[in-house]
């Protein structure tokens, strides 16, 4: 983490589906856009890779993924480039601004594991 555990990191739960006979997986997060663009944590599940991980928070917005900026980005796009195959892994950049300090913002980079992740078997 971060000195003084400013830091962040997000992943997306995007619905699993099935692609040519590969299970397409995500990390749990279910991700939202502010009116000023941000893409934003919203919920994430209980049980998925970025909830086992514990580093990402709701509130927390992703800054790229894959060192891929995503502040242009639509947030299907965004949601897109998260999604995957399962077992593979993706690189998300995250950042928090705490309430004691908005001046400080930490960002960092996370690598999680996309697990295949049942709608209908876990909570958010």
């Known amino acids: ?5 400013q ?9 699993v589906s099935e692609v040519n006979s590969k299970v397409m997986g995500g990390v749990g997060l279910l991700l939202y856009r502010e009116n000023d663009g941000a893409t934003i944590v919203k919920k994430i599940r209980a049980g998925s890779p970025a909830s086992i991980d514990g580093a990402v928070q709701i509130g927390d917005e992703v800054l790229s993924v894959d060192n891929v900026d ?3 980005m639509s947030l299907e796009k965004t949601k897109s480039m998260v999604a995957g195959l399962e077992g593979t892994s993706v690189v998300i950049k995250f950042s928090r601004t705490t309430i004691a300090s908005t001046l400080f913002t930490a960002a960092v980079n996370t690598e999680v594991t996309r697990k295949f992740i049942r709608e209908s078997s876990t909570k958010w």
């Not at 983490?1 to 555990?5: A, K, N």
């Open 70 to 72: 995503v502040s242009t």
């Open 7 to 15: 830091g962040v990191k997000e992943q997306v739960a995007q619905p």
């Open 1 to 5: 983490g971060v000195p003084g555990g």
